[in-house]
């Protein structure tokens, strides 16, 4: 994942005293790969003319994928899929096999209990309701989203996805762990589209909601520490995402290591990485996107029907959490990092 100034002083050996890598391989979805390549000043082609093979272990964040990006960027490099959708638009573009290396989930995400407890600030915490109290949700229905306020997480309908459930549970809350701005992506910002919802109290430019809560420590360096974050997993009673797609679904994976159960899109990877361990609301229409590729709108009063039904239901919620832990144990970052020494090692060899 070098920054794009550092890709040809990598390859050429002038970074490292002379040392030049035997094999790269580059963390990108396809966008910042193509601008990578488009950056290196033939670094990448020079490499594999010595014999120094590149591979992109890439996310495919919807179907469709447009032809350009076979001679722009995987006829220089080779792409590794981190799910079996990613695999499939692949191959069905490419025309040839393509390896599949699924994400890892760490092991600080996982359910507390007297057994192994987790911490909080110092303190022991044993179980979810005490993971509550970390908070001062005690007595509360959490409902927890995680991940980058960006266009493809769709966060605009979740807000529409909640409004029956919020007005049906007074209390219920929906907590929401990440930047409320992000300049890169352009998404806005999130406090105007919670100004549009029911209760929504207005003061001047702040807007507060009494079911909805900000966490604001979405920065690893200033906010939660991965126990903490943990123990804010710990304290959800369900995960909600009606992303329009995801190139493995990591927060999704971290959730349910936690016996939180998910409702998130039925698209690209989504699938496959929540199994039993949730629900799995209908697309109901898809569109082009800005990379010509496409992603799907979910069915908002489909997603609702299925949030309500997980609120009501405490057992249901415990059965498909208790499932979806077993499942998501499959992901590894041990296994990971195996498959790809074996698939390094293999090339090399060649």
């Not at 396809?30 to 488009?38: D, E, F, I, N, V």
């Not at 890439?58 to 079996?84: F, N, Y």
């Not at 361990?277 to 709108?297: D, F, I, M, R, S």
């Not at 970052?333 to 060899?349: C, G, H, I, M």
Request: with cysteine; net charge negative; aromatic share 10%.
């Amino acid at each position: 994942g070098l920054g794009f100034n550092l890709t040809r002083p990598a390859y050429e050996g002038e970074l490292w005293r002379g040392w030049r890598p035997d094999v790269a391989l580059v963390v990108a979805d396809p966008r910042a790969m193509s601008l990578r390549l488009q950056n290196d000043n033939g670094a990448v082609a020079r490499g594999r003319e010595r014999g120094v093979p590149t591979y992109n272990y890439v996310p495919i964040e919807g179907a469709g994928l447009t032809p350009l990006w076979k001679p722009s960027i995987w006829d220089w490099c080779e792409p590794v899929a981190m799910s079996e959708f990613g695999q499939r638009e692949l191959v069905k573009l490419l025309g040839r096999d393509v390896p599949y290396i699924p994400h890892g989930v760490s092991d600080s995400f996982h359910r507390v209990n007297v057994e192994r407890p987790g911490h909080f600030r110092g303190r022991p915490v044993v179980s979810k309701d005490g993971a509550k109290e970390c908070f001062g949700w005690r007595g509360r229905t959490v409902i927890l989203r995680t991940d980058r306020f960006i266009p493809r997480k769709n966060y605009p309908a979740l807000f529409r996805v909640m409004r029956p459930v919020l007005a049906a549970h007074p209390e219920a809350i929906v907590v929401i762990h990440t930047a409320i701005e992000d300049p890169i992506e352009g998404a806005g910002f999130m406090t105007e589209s919670l100004a549009r919802e029911p209760a929504a109290i207005l003061n001047g430019f702040v807007v507060v909601h009494p079911q909805y809560v900000f966490t604001k420590q979405h920065d690893t360096f200033r906010g939660l520490d991965d126990e903490e974050f943990n123990i804010l997993h710990n304290a959800a009673d369900l995960f909600v995402s009606p992303t329009m797609a995801e190139g493995f679904g990591l927060c999704l994976a971290e959730s349910l290591a936690c016996e939180v159960p998910v409702v998130a899109t039925d698209c690209s990877a989504v699938p496959e990485v929540v199994g039993p361990g949730g629900l799995l609301a209908p697309v109901k229409a898809t569109y082009t996107n800005q990379y010509a590729h496409e992603w799907a709108l979910v069915d908002e009063d489909a997603m609702s029907a299925q949030v309500e039904r997980l609120v009501s239901r405490p057992h249901l919620r415990a059965e498909m959490g208790r499932a979806g832990r077993q499942y998501v144990a499959r992901y590894t970052w041990a296994a990971t990092a195996t498959a790809f020494d074996a698939l390094l090692r293999e090339r090399l060899a060649a």
